[in-house]
T-cell receptor
Framework: DAGVTQSPTHLIKTRGQQVTLRCSPKSGHDTVSWYQQALGQGPQFIFQYYEEEERQRGNFPDRFSGHQFPNYSSELNVNALLLGDSALYLC??????????FGQGTRLTVV | SQKIEQNSEALNIQEGKTATLTCNYTNYSPAYLQWYRQDPGRGPVFLLLIRENEKEKRKERLKVTFDTTLKQSLFHITASQPADSATYLCALDTFMDTGRRALTFGSGTRLQVQP
């Protein structure tokens, strides 16, 4: 079992560009949550996907959007990148149970 | 407003001592509270979960307490080792309308264990 895998591991983008981050959940998990973690801060909840729909959203602008595919994998899209979007983006998967498993994250740098 | 507070200052202790980390929260009624370990540049790794009706949970050298009256959790690492050096995150586990759950994290406390 590969656990939660995210790609790419690192990414550099220019202000105003768009970015897509990908997540494959742990086998048997149907729920994917995305988090943004700025340096020195805890992860901040962006949104959660279940049954291919966004079920809950944190306090993030509409520039942040996502998608879940029938195989439960997920994408996070960020449009019109700002310098402040530079962070570690974490994906966590769960099966509606008690435990969430995190991927290693994607380090996004906006220059 | 809802808030989760962890000591933002790093905790430095000597190898073999017990490390105690604090998590305080306001305006939450979590069903569960979780502790995670995070190493630099890596995703959080689950350590322990404690339910609202549990006072204490242990796992090897780790112990977590949960006081819903004080709205506080304490995380202890006994016989600490340099390998325990990391950032430790407290997370409140709250149910959403869907019945699925989301985690709300504190900012974490960095622990440094000196040999």
């Amino acid at each position: 079992d590969a656990g939660v895998t995210q790609s790419p591991t690192h990414l550099i983008k220019t202000r105003g560009q768009q970015v897509t981050l990908r997540c494959s959940p742990k086998s048997g998990h149907d729920t994917v949550s995305w988090y943004q973690q700025a340096l020195g801060q805890g992860p901040q909840f962006i949104f959660q996907y279940y049954e291919e729909e966004e079920r809950q959203r944190g306090n993030f602008p509409d520039r942040f959007s996502g998608h879940q595919f029938p195989n439960y994998s997920s994408e996070l899209n960020v449009n019109a990148l700002l310098l402040g979007d530079s962070a570690l983006y974490l994906c966590a998967s769960s099966a509606g149970g008690l435990l969430a498993f995190f991927g290693q994250g994607t380090r996004l740098t906006v220059v | 407003s809802q808030k989760i507070e962890q000591n933002s200052e790093a905790l430095n202790i000597q190898e073999g001592k017990t490390a105690t980390l604090t998590c305080n929260y306001t305006n939450y009624s979590p069903a569960y509270l979780q502790w995670y370990r995070q190493d630099p540049g890596r995703g959080p790794v689950f350590l322990l979960l404690i339910r609202e009706n549990e006072k204490e949970k242990r796992k090897e050298r780790l112990k977590v307490t949960f006081d819903t009256t004080l709205k506080q959790s304490l995380f202890h690492i006994t016989a600490s080792q340099p390998a325990d050096s990391a950032t430790y995150l407290c997370a409140l586990d709250t149910f959403m309308d869907t019945g699925r759950r989301a985690l709300t994290f504190g900012s974490g406390t960095r622990l440094q264990v000196q040999p």
